[in-house]
């Protein structure tokens, strides 16, 4: 007989989760005998930084049995009608953990190469406020956003699942109690142990389901809180027009700049110095348009002749009266990237020097 006590919390479990037999449930499913490829390519959630679980969850086939005409015989019918609901479930839900699962990797790509290409811009500097930058961070606010849409249907899909989970545990505790009925033939005890042992199959691929899909849950999280404090300092770079440098507005003085021919003009250290050393290269910009590459691909390129793995910082050197050398120290960033030394091994900051009389850019070698 079918104690109260397990009523009363199947229509507990049923009532929070507002679903029994979720054949119409909007999220995913369980998880079969055979296992097979999940649907969501290993090397694009790699790419985007993500942990997803890689499970396709299919479910077990339910045996067609015959109605005895007895009452255990009517009960098995009973019983195989509700595991074939949680078998629907199941197809049902793991349908929707594919297309859950797609949409977070495909998020997350697009995410990753947007950030990219704003670190990329603001590591090599660009104008404070830069319009066309925040265009880009709002773009991938948007698949956080969307990524974080994808989380609640996990939650919910959590929810659905432990609701079956409790349902199918259930069902299988019934059959077995349905041996202690009398009035069966040999017939009904033979279905009974197939069904009970599908039943049992179906809740090991249904907890095993739910234990994959909470870990998403956690991983993906972390996940999204990461992205969205990484966007945040993305977007506090943006406001200044690079990373690490409280920049000035680039006044009009300089960004409008004067033609000049004038040759190159190394500038004193004026005491500026990078791992107490003196700068490898030196350039003031009292003219905004100096011939000075030839003399710097020279020098980086005989520093990394003695040090293949040299890194070099490239030191902006402002006026007290406000005349910013960001912008120079950006192209020269470039230009030394050009030479073909990686990004990663070139660094920017920023100096005030009271002494300067007109901004410069020092590069040294660390």
């Known amino acids: 007989m079918i104690k109260l006590s397990k009523l009363s919390y199947l229509a507990m479990i049923a009532a929070l989760t507002g679903c029994t037999y979720s054949q119409d449930a909007i999220f995913p499913s369980l998880f079969g005998s055979d296992i097979q490829e999940a649907a969501v390519d290993n090397s694009d959630a790699a790419n985007a930084g993500i942990v997803l679980g890689q499970t396709d969850f299919k479910p077990v086939n339910v045996s067609k049995v015959s109605d005895t005409g007895t009452f255990v015989g009517q009960k098995v019918m009973t019983f195989r009608s509700e595991l074939s609901q949680l078998q629907d479930s199941i197809k049902n839900n793991n349908d929707q953990l594919q297309k859950i699962r797609k949409s977070v990797v495909t998020n997350a790509l697009q995410y990753h190469k947007t950030v990219g290409m704003v670190e990329a811009k603001l590591q090599v500097g660009t104008t404070p406020g830069n319009p066309r930058m925040f265009e880009m961070i709002n773009s991938a606010q948007n698949n956080i956003q969307t990524m974080s849409s994808n989380l609640s249907a996990l939650n919910q899909l959590s929810a659905s699942i432990a609701a079956d989970t409790a349902n199918t545990d259930y069902l299988a505790d019934s059959i077995r109690q349905a041996y202690t009925i ?64 409280s920049n000035p507005s680039i006044s009009p003085r300089t960004s409008r700049g004067y033609i000049s021919r004038a040759p190159l003009s190394p500038v004193r250290a004026s005491g500026i110095t990078t791992s107490g050393s003196r700068p490898l290269f030196a350039v003031n910009f009292a003219n905004t348009k100096v011939n000075y590459k030839d003399s710097l691909k020279q020098a980086v390129s005989t520093a990394v002749a003695k040090k293949n793995n040299a890194a070099f910082e490239v030191v902006a050197v402002n006026t007290l009266k406000g005349q910013t050398a960001q912008t120079y120290a950006s192209q020269v960033f470039q230009d030394i990237v050009s030479f073909g030394v990686s990004a990663d091994r070139v660094n920017i900051s920023s100096k005030t020097d009271a002494s300067a009389s007109a901004p410069s850019v020092m590069v040294f070698v660390q």
Do not use: C, P, W
């Open 182 to 245: 009398s009035g069966a033939v040999d017939e009904d005890h033979a279905h009974l142990r197939t069904l009970e042992n599908e039943a049992n199959q179906t809740s090991v691929l249904m907890h095993s389901l739910l234990s994959e899909i909470n870990g998403d849950i956690t991983r993906q999280q972390q996940y999204v809180d990461t992205a969205n404090s990484n966007l945040s300092s993305l977007n506090e770079a943006t406001k200044v027009g690079s990373f690490g440098i």
